[in-house]
């Protein structure tokens, strides 16, 4: 499942999938009855892409976290550990060992255990991220431009022989031909003009 699609929402149980975006609001599905309902924009809601949490290197990102303990399970069930801190610890110390407990508190490994739970029973996993598919689509569309371009280059080929249209038009090119035979009539005409004061003179 797209982990950008599944939310938290403050002082409401659970997790949430978006089923539309609005401007004023959200819709949603609740993960615990199904039951949907609508959500002012001014809601604090968290998506669980954009969280992380805390280890003695680089921060991980909450997808791998979730996705490290469905691998560590596999098609086991989640162990009875709920209300268990030690034995809450204990388990996510198994699949992520480099976890900071200075900065990663108790109530925080007990939310990653119920949401993990949620998650489980609604066959999310794998959780995916939105960004690697964008990526898949921008390769194609880049192909899409290549091919674009490469039609670009070859149409001037084909539209190639059309160009010869002005060369068909070249002997219908009469217009200019009867203008300058025109222009030469009319020459011919004033220089039969400019004769009359000559054949004055002689009378």
Known sequence: MIIQEIIAIAGKPGLFRTVVTN????VVESMLDKKRLSIPGTSRISSLADITMFTTGEDLLLMEVLNRMNEHLGKDEMPSIKGDASATKAFVDKVIPELDHERVYNSDLKKLVQWFDILKANNCFPLESQKEEETG????????KETEKTKAKKAPGKKAPGKKAPGKKAPGKKGPATKSAAITKSAAKKSAVKKSPASTAKK
């Open 23 to 26: 401007r004023s609001n959200l």
């Open 137 to 144: 689509g921008e390769e194609t569309e880049g192909d899409n």
